[in-house]
């Protein structure tokens, strides 16, 4: 199972797509459309982006000039196993507000800007993404609980 408690170390939001997300204190998320505010939001499977800081602080070990929201993501992860989750397994995020993973990772658009710095980037493989299934604020430094595992 995976670690079972961490923290959200940032939000971003973006109002268009395929863009760097900008960092934000708080966010509203709701169900069959995901964060307000953000390009992302609709009634898909991929509402909510996840991904660890610790991904983050890979790519800046290999010299890439990046911080949370670079890579797109909603919400910056520290301190959870994004990897070991499976497809299903819902996180309870700040109080009240609750995610399904849906996927994991996704075909980059192309040679994104990260790529060009450094040849790489971790969002295509270590990204995941979630549907909300219940509404609530979150805040950074928010704790994310896994609730259930189908492992």
Known sequence: M??????IRAISISSRRGTKKDNVPCADLEVACGIMGDAHAGNW????????????????????????????EN???EGIDLQSLTIGTKLKLGIGAEVEVTQFGKECHGRCE?????????????????KVTKAGSINIGDVIE??????
């Open 146 to 151: 896994v609730i259930t595992d189908n492992d």
């Open 45 to 72: 499977h991929r509402q909510v982006s996840l991904l660890a800081v610790e991904s983050v602080d890979k790519m800046v070990a290999n010299g890439a000039r990046v911080s949370p929201g670079d890579f797109a």
């Open 75 to 77: 919400i910056t992860t």
């Open 2 to 7: 995976a670690t079972t408690k961490g923290r």
């Open 114 to 130: 990260i790529f060009e710095q450094v040849g790489d980037c971790i969002m295509p493989r270590e990204g995941i993404f979630a």
